[in-house]
């Protein structure tokens, strides 16, 4: 059940991206050859192209900020402490340097974190584009903005939230290894991954 749970982010990304996909291929042979691809603030369409550009355009953005955020989740174990922007104060960076215990739990509470900011940003991507494509359907259709703004708005305010939620938990995790609940490196300070 653990190894379950611990690869839940992960299904749940390559679930959006699935989505993503499939959608974007089953709009793709119903949509005409010239379609628009950038809206006013009306939502009237002032800028057109193929379709192969807009799905192009829908399919980079998805899966490239999937591999950007993916790819920096991935490597925080590499990055020095100093490269990270923890919320906590330089004394506690120093302090964590000394605890590879804690500072692993911070790690792994911000690579948690930060996936499901990638999972809400991809699912914001999928109402916005599911949008464009079906107004791409119909000559002079306008864009439905409630379904931009809406998604933009909750994207926000659900980042928001998870980023709230991640400072208190880290500075949870520092505040326990403060008080003794995490074992402290006896010797020769932190391990090179922690440098």
């Not at 959006?16 to 089953?26: E, G, K, P, W």
């Not at 999928?126 to 002079?140: M, S």
């Not at 290894?177 to 010797?187: S, V, Y």
Request: glycine letters at 6%; proline letters at 7%; hydrophobic letters at 55%.
């Amino acid at each position: 059940m653990a190894a379950f749970l611990r690869s839940l982010p992960l299904l749940l990304i390559t679930a959006l991206l699935s989505l993503i996909f499939a959608d974007a291929l089953s709009f793709y042979p119903k949509l005409p050859d010239r379609v628009p691809i950038h809206w006013d603030t009306a939502g009237k369409p002032d800028s057109w192209s193929s379709k192969e550009t807009l799905l192009g355009i829908f399919v980079g953005i998805s899966f490239g900020t999937a591999v950007v955020i993916l790819a920096i989740v991935l490597s925080l174990k590499r990055i020095p402490i100093d490269f990270i922007n923890l919320p906590v104060g330089n004394g506690d960076k120093q302090f964590l340097k000394g605890h590879p215990v804690a500072y692993a739990k911070v790690l792994d509470v911000l690579s948690l974190g930060t996936i499901f900011i990638l999972a809400t940003a991809l699912l914001d991507l999928l109402i916005t584009f599911h949008a464009a494509f079906e107004a791409a359907l119909v000559p002079d259709a306008t864009l439905k903005l409630e379904y931009v703004w809406g998604p933009l708005v909750s994207t926000l305010c659900t980042v928001t939230v998870i980023s709230v939620l991640l400072v208190l938990q880290i500075r949870k995790i520092v505040r326990d290894a403060e008080a003794g609940e995490h074992e402290p490196l006896l010797q020769g300070g932190a391990p090179p991954i922690y440098r």
